[in-house]
């Protein structure tokens, strides 16, 4: 019989190796495991009820939300403000922090998430996502929260994983001590580990970029993804191409078969160059991800790990997965800084 682990022994078996772990960590991620069952059973039967189609609302991107967006992020919010862990939160559905309401117990800890990432994907049945991360606060206990709280640079981060809602739901997360896979498993509704310390391969064969924005790139970007479809790049031919437009769908097949994901300046939507990813709650934890399963994750120019958040909703360019694909993107770059 395969060896059953589920997350929480595999937590429980981190919290041994490193003394310095509490079961309160573990509690808070066990909550969050919770958050993600609610939110997978709505998306898998999201097309049976009432909960696709448009709210009518927009969030602090001017995106429409969906029903379902709306739904994960009411459930994170309730469900973690409760876990006695944190003492806040901020999600990429809300313009500002999440403060934890008063009477409830509060924690040392700092949850970051996107509640449902790809959500454009969810009334044509493609894979979506929940992306979380995860600081210590900063500030003395029993003090005010505050911005710095929130505001860490993603080496900071204790923890970082999503929930890829597909054709099986998966946990994929990592404390710093390698990436590890789970499968929930529906008849006991436990994830189970299917995936142990994922590694991504070094070398990539797949490409994953909206190459419909081509014109909207800057002329280092295009050589960029001229060098993947070339037969004189690493492979000596190119790169198969795959966009699912789901970045927890594209960023986890990667993880798998090795490539790399591209989401680079464009100015097509105001005639500057300008970046669509979130640090905290996308770059940042795919980052951490990706470094853990020995890939690379950077904005073009530097180690994503290591930006400064100025503000909440800080966007960068995202280029991560296999360590040669993205060197080779930076090597690019650099190139043609120095003209
Ligand atoms: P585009 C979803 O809205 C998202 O944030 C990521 O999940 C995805 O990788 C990207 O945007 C897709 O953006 O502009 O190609 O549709």
Redesign the pocket.
Known sequence: MSQQITVTEHLLLHQRKNPMATGRFTRLLSELILSAKIVSREVNKAGLVDVLGFTGDVNVHGEEVKKLDEYANRILIHRMSRSGMLCAMASEENADMIEIPLGLPTGEYVLIFDPL????NIDVNVAIGTIFSIYRRKSPPESPVTPEDLLQKGSEQVCAGYFLYGSSTMMVYTTGEGVHGFTLDPGVGEFLLSHPDIKIPEQGKIYSV?EGYEAYWDEPTREVVRYFKSTTNAIKRPFSLRYI????A?FHRNMIYGGIFM?PVDNRTSGKYRP??RLLC?ASPMALLAEQAGGMATDGVGRILDIEPEHLHQRVPLFVGSIRDVEMVKTIYERARKG
């Open positions: 990432d790809g959500s454009s909206n437009g789901s970045l927890v594209d989401y669509k990813l996308e």
